[in-house]
């Protein structure tokens, strides 16, 4: 072998030649970009190779020429970015603003809730809460139920309301006793509470069209406190009163309501009118009695004879019924007693004349 094709070391130098009919052969590696043939002209062509420096067998022309290498770089930043790239990056100056993006109704990114629809829906649900009460509410309606929260020492004694919200798609949560809290707004949720829709009055037309021949309905002037609302439809559920006059249907859905009145809430239905006064005028128009009540003029219950068909009417302790409220009275009765107090609390009064009205017509 000639000692040419040796290096210093006596080792043969083996070099590989391409054939300039295999240079336009290369194909581009699809996933790289890389391997394509050259597009310059091969020897068959006539075109000349780039010449190699004899010490480090490198192109002269390989080195990047400078001008060339920023030029380059000026006209890709002229170019812009790519409109139909999805991934291009935009930047934006500080304090920017940016246009509002479109609703897709919460298909992609945060949908638009109107204020106002949030302030109707509230005005429209309520809190329930206490075992009682909750129980009794999913007996009777469990479709107005929203949504619910329980501690978990009660989930075992709703477990057919669990399972019912978890069929129907109900979102309910087991929470500690301070998340409970929070959710009833009281530390007397006993360990349950309901997000439910509220109840709508029932006419008076539509109540005295569907009414019995011996009917009691209670009428309420200006009673708002909770509690003594609670007690009072628990009396009107113990002693058969489903009927209840109010000038706002809510007053009865209040959480403090129903929970005093420990699942009686279900049992009374309330009853609405453009006026507390011209309610009391079309039951009179349709048979019923308007019995009031005196702490000092009234004839004494005991000897009273209570009609088949009446609406008692009560007031607030205070002030008592109004005078357009007394003059509407066909009677007026008074529950007798030591005189050491003025009256009874409304609530308390309320279960005495239903007890008497239970008595002649019922008992």
């Keep these: 072998m000639n000692d040419e094709l040796k290096n210093k070391s006596g080792k043969v130098k083996v ?33 000349r190779r780039p010449a190699r ?9 390989s080195k990047p020429r400078g001008g060339d290498r ?14 139909d790239n999805p991934w291009r990056t935009v930047s934006r100056a500080p304090g920017a603003v940016v246009a509002d993006k479109p ?64 069929a129907n798609r109900k979102a309910y949560h087991v929470v500690d006793e301070a998340e409970l809290e929070k959710a009833s707004g009281t530390e007397h949720h006993g360990g349950v509470c309901f997000l439910i829709k509220k109840r709508n009055g029932t006419s008076v037309k539509q109540w005295v069209s569907e ?34 006059v109010v000038q706002d249907a809510a007053v009865l859905e209040s959480g403090a309501a129903i929970r005093t009145a420990e699942g009686g809430a279900e049992h009374v239905q309330p009853i609405t009118a453009d006026s507390f006064i011209d309610a009391l005028d079309q039951f009179r128009k349709a048979g019923y009695a308007i019995v009031t009540t005196s702490s000092h003029t009234g004839t004494p219950l005991f000897k009273a004879t209570m009609p088949k068909k009446m609406v008692l009417v009560l007031g607030q302790e205070r002030d008592g019924l109004s005078d357009a ?37 019922k008992g």
């Design 70 to 83: 920023f030029r380059d770089r000026d006209n890709s930043r002229d170019s812009g970015p790519r409109d």
């Design 53 to 61: 420096d004899s010490r480090d067998g490198k192109s002269r022309d």
């Design 15 to 47: 070099m590989y030649v391409r054939s300039d009919d295999d240079s336009d052969k290369r194909t581009e590696n699809p996933r790289t970009g890389k391997g394509a043939g050259r597009s310059g002209p091969s020897r068959t062509e006539g075109g």
């Design 211 to 244: 009414a019995a021949a011996e009917d009691c309905v209670l009428a309420l002037e200006d009673v708002g406190n909770p509690h003594n609302l609670g007690a009072i439809m628990r009396s009107c559920a113990h002693f058969g009163v489903k009927g209840v």
């Design 325 to 361: 409220a007394l003059e509407s009275s066909d009677l007026s009765v008074a529950i007798n007693g030591t005189g050491n107090v003025e009256s009874l609390n409304v609530s308390v009064a309320t279960g005495v004349l239903l007890a008497e009205w239970w008595r002649q017509n």
């Design 103 to 166: 609703d897709h109704g919460g298909i992609s990114g945060k949908s638009f809730v109107d204020p106002e629809v949030i302030r109707r829906q509230r005005a429209e649900e309520t809190r329930v809460y206490g075992e009682n009460a909750c129980q009794a509410l999913f007996l009777s309606r469990p479709d107005c139920i929203v949504r619910a929260w329980f501690i978990q020492s009660v989930t075992p004694r709703f477990k057919e309301a669990l399972r019912w919200m978890a």
